[in-house]
Nanobody
Framework: QVQLEESGGGLVQAEGSLRLSCAASGRTFSSYAMGWFRQAPGKEREFVATLVVTDRSGAYVSYADSVKGRFTISRDNGKATTYLQMNSLKPEDTAVYYC?????????????????????WGQGTQVTVSS
């Protein structure tokens, strides 16, 4: 079992910044894909970013087009924590943000944009961007 806990959400003005954290606990793992998703009221959960770490290939990241150039996903292995740095925030970024992880290998970057690709989820943290 893996437990995930998000933090760092809050209220920020447009063009501001926030950094979300996702702390993992439970079993240890060296190969994984950590994703960030968000869900606004009345909308489906949507992909934001993913960070894939493998024993053989190292690490790579991918982003949704809507956040590319503004958001950055990163990790601190020593703390078993993944971060989502969000800059130039817009009101349309307002949502509950979730982190999720899968320990399954070989999932393509395209597949990792789907919530169903992930096995464990955090409880979410609210991000509200005012105009």
């Amino acid at each position: 079992q893996v437990q995930l806990e998000e933090s760092g959400g809050g209220l920020v003005q447009a063009e501001g910044s926030l950094r979300l954290s996702c702390a993992a606990s439970g079993r240890t793992f060296s190969s994984y894909a950590m994703g960030w998703f968000r869900q606004a009221p009345g909308k489906e959960r949507e992909f934001v970013a993913t960070l894939v770490v493998t024993d053989r290939s190292g690490a790579y990241v991918s982003y949704a087009d809507s956040v590319k150039g503004r958001f950055t996903i990163s990790r601190d292995n020593g703390k078993a924590t993944t971060y989502l740095q969000m800059n130039s925030l817009k009101p349309e970024d307002t949502a509950v943000y979730y982190c999720a992880v899968t320990l399954s290998n070989g999932r393509t970057s395209g597949y990792l944009t789907r919530p169903s690709a992930y096995d464990y989820w955090g409880q979410g943290t609210q991000v509200t961007v005012s105009s």
